[in-house]
């Protein structure tokens, strides 16, 4: 079985790491029992992480060399 560190970035990995604890904390915190439950509370996590990583590279500024 391959592990998932050997396959995605370290930037990735924290990403995913993160998720994985806001949902760990929404299971316990709202009591959600079962496949499905856990389920919703993942992916509404997952969704938060993705909310943060795409809000917080749509207002980069990027920065272009004038050099030549």
């Given at each position: 079985m391959a592990n998932i560190r050997d396959n995605v970035s370290v930037a990735e990995?924290?990403?995913v790491m993160a998720a994985a604890e806001l949902a760990a904390e929404r299971i316990?915190?709202?009591?959600?029992?079962?496949?499905?439950?856990?389920?919703g509370a993942s992916a509404t996590s997952a969704s938060a992480i993705r909310g943060a990583i795409e809000a917080g590279r749509a207002n980069r500024t990027l920065i272009t060399s004038s050099r030549q």
């Open positions: 990995l924290s990403f316990e915190q709202e009591i959600r029992i079962g496949n499905d439950d856990c389920v």
